[in-house]
């Protein structure tokens, strides 16, 4: 719709947020000041809103790609910081920022990071497991595709969880019936990608299969198909029905949902993943001598559902934008995690490198929780103070890792936090797992600090990627929430597991196999 001066077509920002297929523009024509509002400033010369005039008179165009899911005049400032306001030198400096003291992130940060690693943990366990199931060692691209199934947390539970944490944060979700349209198209779309993704992980799984391999039969590609898309579909809807709560809980209590909602969505993500996977994979086994025509009916059912799920999810302007250009980061972080499995895969089945396997989903679990969190609080920040295409002047600039850590705004401070959380948590999550496994002694001090340090280099390199990545996302247009956290998660899974390799690799190379 052009843009038309009439006053006819002008809308109260409260009314345009009901539109389903609109993006709220400013007016040309002056408006009276609103209680309590700024005057009239100026518009940008690219046509986006000062956050200044957030609340002032807007007119109808549609959505396009690059516009951010919820338009920045929307936000009202976070709820969850406190009540002193201080300028965040993070900022576009359009809006002072709630000041966040670092004991309280700490404290909200702590909790679920623990609860996380205790996942990945018992993730870890039980993969250590069921890698001696009989469809485990008959059909060995199972383990490519482990890390392409549990990145699915990243690519959807996590960019859920950013998405509606940035709601909550922006007071989108005040109103009942707001909320339920948002939780119920973003779900709804959610379990549409879990069953696309689901498909097309198994079949990278099986084309890279091939490809070292030399071939593979058609009935264990079935299988794999089979369950990868019951594996996704089933674990999204769990966790995002969880997820949901989680968020709806935090803006109760009010704590800051940037600061839990990321790893609460993976705290026991990877267990459930892969359970279903461990389950499903060998119930389906059962079947591909006997009765292989079930393993089809299984794709026919989910594949089925796929009109259900793009009906309800483009009922919703945010979750109808995804649904068209919301493919790109998750389908490229799965191709990414693919890459890793494939790693995962050729140092199981080498000897040497016996027991790592036990510890891949907890270093790519913690390496994805922490830069998940960082990201998120850079996305909020960013929408909170910035217009789309729209960074601080220090950011533009070439990136240094310094810019990331080093400076007394708030997503500095949560670096460090998170940076320094690393080694005390992987030291309870390493020894943890010892007593799991009935180990009456500690892990051998070699093998201590090549863990920690391949864990310190993962989660330096994320926090550096993620600290980039977001600014020059926001500055194309694109929002970071959506875009952000599946690239994130996809290289965390990557450089972990290679990382890991590369630590077991050294400590055979001294005579220390296995990690002992």
């Known amino acids: 719709m052009g843009v038309s001066g009439s006053r006819d077509q002008q809308v109260a920002l409260s009314d345009s947020l009901g539109k389903g297929s609109s993006h709220l523009h400013r007016s040309n024509q002056s408006t009276p000041q609103l209680p309590g509002g700024p005057h009239i400033g100026e518009i940008f010369p690219d046509g986006n809103i000062s956050p200044l005039n957030a609340s002032l008179t807007y007119e109808l165009r549609p959505y396009t790609e690059s516009d951010p899911l919820l338009p920045n005049g929307h936000y009202n400032g976070s709820k969850f910081s406190g009540t002193t306001a201080a300028k965040d030198p993070d900022g576009c400096g ?103 993704l689901g498909l097309l992980a198994a079949l990278m799984a099986a084309a890279l299969g091939c490809m070292v391999e030399g071939g593979m039969l058609f009935n264990h590609a079935v299988l794999l198909c089979s369950t990868s898309v019951a594996t996704a579909f089933m674990a999204s809807l769990l966790q995002g029905v969880i997820m949901v709560g989680v968020i709806i809980g935090s803006k109760k209590m009010g704590i800051n949902p940037d600061n839990v909602a990321t790893p609460m969505a993976a705290s026991f993500g990877d267990l459930i993943t892969l359970a279903f996977l461990a389950c499903f994979s060998q119930w389906f086994y059962t079947f591909i001598e006997v009765y292989p025509y079930v393993l089809y009916l299984v794709d026919l059912l989910f594949l089925s559902l796929i009109p259900l799920w793009v009906a309800v999810s483009s009922k919703h302007p945010a979750s109808s934008i995804l649904l068209r250009t919301g493919w790109e980061p998750i389908v490229t972080a799965m191709v990414i995690s693919s890459l890793g499995g494939l790693i995962l895969d050729k140092t199981v089945s080498d000897p040497n490198l016996a027991g790592i396997i036990i510890y891949a989903p907890v270093i790519n679990g913690i390496g994805g929780n922490l830069v998940s969190i960082q990201s998120s609080r850079i996305a909020t920040d960013l929408h909170l103070n910035c217009s789309p295409g729209e960074v601080p002047e220090h950011r533009k600039s070439c990136y240094s890792p310094f810019r990331t850590f080093c400076g007394s705004g708030a997503n500095h401070r949560s670096a460090q936090v998170l940076l320094l959380l690393v080694i005390p948590g992987q030291l309870v999550f390493l020894h943890t797992i010892h007593l799991m496994k009935g180990s009456h002694t500690l892990p051998s001090p070699l093998f201590t600090v090549t863990f920690l340090s391949a864990a310190l280099i993962q989660v330096f390199s994320l926090l550096c990627i993620a600290d980039w990545l977001v600014h020059c996302l926001w500055r194309r247009g694109k929002d970071p929430d959506s875009y952000a956290i599946p690239y994130l998660t996809a290289l965390g899974d990557l450089l972990g597991t290679a990382l890991l390799s590369l630590a077991f690799l050294l400590l055979w190379c001294v005579g220390e196999p296995g990690g002992t």
Request: charged share 15%.
């Open 94 to 196: 359009a809006r002072d920022a709630p000041t966040e003291s670092v004991c309280s992130m700490v404290l909200q940060i702590l909790v679920p990071f623990l609860l996380a690693g205790l996942g990945t943990v018992s993730a870890g366990m039980l993969l250590d497991v069921v890698q001696h199931w009989e469809v485990f060692e008959e059909i060995t691209e199972i383990f490519i595709l482990v890390p392409a199934v549990l990145g699915l947390k990243g690519n959807l539970e996590m960019t859920l969880a950013s998405r509606l944490s940035t709601a909550v944060n922006a007071g989108k979700m005040e109103s009942a019936r707001e909320k339920w349209s948002l939780i119920t198209g973003n779900l709804a779309l959610k379990q549409l990608q879990a069953t696309v």
